[in-house]
């Protein structure tokens, strides 16, 4: 055993793991933990890549040591200050520990939902919502991944699509959510696009570019949701946007098209139009049929609609709405915007109040509460 080795590795594993949202004793317990196990393990089964090791160990010890709930929370307090825009640094072993996550012995499915709770910040609830599961559901499949790879190695990473999906809703999480994560998530995508080719890759960098630019618009003073027609687009990031369509245009000019292209090129329609009135709707609708031959995803279909309202009208929106499952998140929504459009205040307004309860954070629930008084107090006149 090469305790030199050991020795000289153990800072870096554990600031990782300071880094990942441990505190200092707790991943000085973990890092013990894992250099006592490389002792016992390592001599009769050497790993190819001992910190990338050590790191996986400490993680899960960490991980095991700690109630759930109360580390995520003490992880997302952490998450405080936004890095600044640029290349990610050239040292960073995050992006590993998500593709070691990815494990090949997990669907991917699984694979991502245990990255988002291990790696990504995210908690079990927040997942739920995002692959539109119950939370028991959700808990239940994380932990069977849990179990499938307590007792695999991990020197087979997973692969890039698991990746970047995870990375994908980390950032839609970081956007709309209650945990500020999407400046982490495009910082990894950056440091993913250098060391990948990948016209998918480029395609998801650009998304969350053209996304984060319109953050500052996103809220008003007083914290209250700005809907993208509202928005003052003057406080829209140019440069994000500009760097984002030109990554875009790169990686649309390779011909493989993907999800996250078809995606960022809606973005970019959005970004393209100087006032709500001059958006390109009708491309827009065409660039969501390609994204729903892509995915055949329900909110790929729902968001569809809402394009369909405003290239057609707000009735052939409605039509576009009719397959889709009740239940959906953010169906009532969309719903109510599109009666309303059309005029039927009544049922807009009852729409917007049921949409309300079942809003997913705070800002959206009293976006939509107002609304719905709004149009209850027009009724009233």
């Keep these: 055993m090469n305790e030199l080795l050991l020795r000289s590795l153990t800072p870096s594993v554990l600031g990782i793991l300071v880094r990942r ?41 960490f991980l095991d040591a700690t109630r759930a709930d109360a580390a995520r929370r003490r992880r997302e307090d952490l998450v405080d200050e936004e890095p600044a825009p640029g290349p990610a640094p050239a040292v960073d072993d995050t992006l590993q520990l998500y593709f070691l996550c990815a494990h090949p012995s997990l669907t991917p499915s699984s694979a991502v939902a245990l990255t988002l709770r291990a790696v990504g910040g995210l908690t079990t609830r927040q997942i739920a919502q995002a692959y539109l599961v119950p939370e028991a559901t959700m808990a239940q499949r994380i932990s069977r991944a849990k179990r499938t790879v307590s007792g695999v190695r991990f020197d087979q990473p997973g692969n890039v699509a698991t990746v970047l999906r995870v990375l994908y809703l980390v950032f839609n999480e970081g956007y709309s959510g209650d945990v500020d994560l999407a400046a982490e998530a495009i910082r990894l995508t950056r440091q993913l696009a250098a060391a990948i080719d990948h016209p998918e890759v480029a395609g998801l960098l650009a998304l969350m570019l053209l996304h984060h630019a319109r953050r500052a618009a996103r ?123 059309a005029g039927d205040l009544a049922t807009a307004a009852r729409l917007y109040a049921e949409a309300a309860q079942k809003a997913p954070n705070l800002a959206e629930r009293d976006h939509l509460t107002r609304q719905a008084a709004r149009l209850n107090a027009h009724g009233c006149r």
Excluded: C
């Excluded at 369509?245 to 078809?262: P, S, T, W």
């Excluded at 055949?296 to 576009?320: F, K, Q, T, Y």
């Design 219 to 341: 809220t008003a003073p007083d914290g209250s949701l700005v809907p993208l027609a509202e928005q003052d687009r003057g406080r829209w990031d140019t440069e994000s946007i500009t760097e984002g369509v030109e990554i875009l245009q790169a990686a649309l000019a390779r011909d493989r098209l993907g999800e996250f292209q078809a995606q960022a090129a809606i973005a970019a329609l959005h970004a393209d139009a100087p006032i709500a009135e001059e958006t390109d709707w009708v491309q827009i609708v065409e660039w969501y049929d390609e994204l729903t031959r892509l995915t055949d995803s329900p909110i790929v279909r729902l968001n569809r609609a809402v394009a369909v309202g405003e290239a057609d009208g707000p009735r052939a929106g409605l039509a576009a709405l009719v397959a889709l499952d009740e239940s959906l998140p953010r169906r009532a929504a969309v719903a109510a915007y599109l009666h309303e459009r």
């Design 21 to 61: 949202g441990a505190d200092f004793a707790a991943a000085e317990d973990a890092v013990q933990d894992a250099l006592v196990e490389a002792v016992r393990v390592w001599p009769a089964d050497p790993p190819r890549d001992p910190k990338g090791w050590l790191v996986t160990v400490a993680w899960r010890r």
